[in-house]
């Protein structure tokens, strides 16, 4: 099946930092990408929806000027996580459709583990 | 607006056990339904899927019908086994729908014992 690499896997960084998370469909052009926050008890948060070209769509209560996503590409997504508190510390899963209709799946990247100290 | 619920878990079987996790959902029209399967650490992969009523998926011995009468679908394996121990999302896309995003359920965690 089709390929989305999310890079890197894990990632400690310093609060009050950046971290940029990358995100790409290795073998398919990807129309919309998706940002997911995964949280303890295993329930996945949708954070955006961006589509190439244009501004991600963000869901009720994800900031906005937080948590940068930028889709430049038909194969690369990027979300950057700016000024990161301990609170943000998550497992953060990119996934990737194509333009092929509501009856196809969508792929996900191996997340990546962010944990701020 | 369109949603999934599945059972909540943890779910715990011996091995070579009889699996079912339910799953329904609410939606308008003719959903496409998914089953994804994420081993810890690790992103989600896609397990089955079914796009029209009374179809069955099925891969790696688990099964899943989209039962329209009922809204269902449910996930069911006849034997699992220890590698099956994973977390598992039930997911609808919306026929139609304007952005493309699935629907996901909060996941049920299956822990198998040998």
């Known amino acids: 099946g089709a390929v989305v690499s999310q890079h890197p896997s894990r990632v400690i960084c310093k609060s009050g930092t950046s971290v940029k998370i990358e995100c790409r469909s290795l073998d398919f052009q990807a129309t919309t990408m998706f940002w997911y926050r995964q949280f303890p008890k295993q329930s996945l948060m949708l954070m955006a929806t961006?589509?190439?070209?244009?501004?991600?769509?963000?869901e009720q209560g994800v900031e906005k000027d937080k948590f940068l996503i930028n889709h430049a590409s038909l194969t690369l997504s990027t979300l950057t996580v700016t000024s990161a508190h301990p609170e943000d510390s998550s497992f953060y899963i990119c996934s990737a459709r194509g333009d092929a209709g509501w009856n196809t799946e969508a792929f996900f990247g191996q997340g990546t583990r962010l944990t701020v100290v | 607006g369109d949603s999934v619920t599945q059972m909540e878990g943890p779910v715990t079987l011996s091995e070579e056990a009889f699996l079912t996790i339910n799953c329904t959902y609410t939606a308008t029209g003719y959903p496409s339904l998914f089953w994804y399967v994420q081993y810890p650490g690790e992103g989600l992969q896609l397990l089955l899927k079914a796009t029209k009523a009374d179809d069955k998926g099925s891969n790696k011995g688990f099964e899943a019908t989209y039962r329209k009468e009922t809204t269902s679908f449910h996930l069911e394996k006849g034997s699992v086994q220890v590698s099956d121990s994973a977390v598992y999302f039930c997911?609808?896309?919306?026929?139609?729908?304007?952005?493309?995003?699935?629907?996901f359920g909060t996941g049920t965690l299956l822990a198998v014992q040998p």
């Open positions: 961006s589509n190439e070209g244009s501004k991600a769509t963000y």
């Open positions: 997911a609808l896309s919306p026929y139609g729908g304007a952005t493309n995003k699935l629907i």
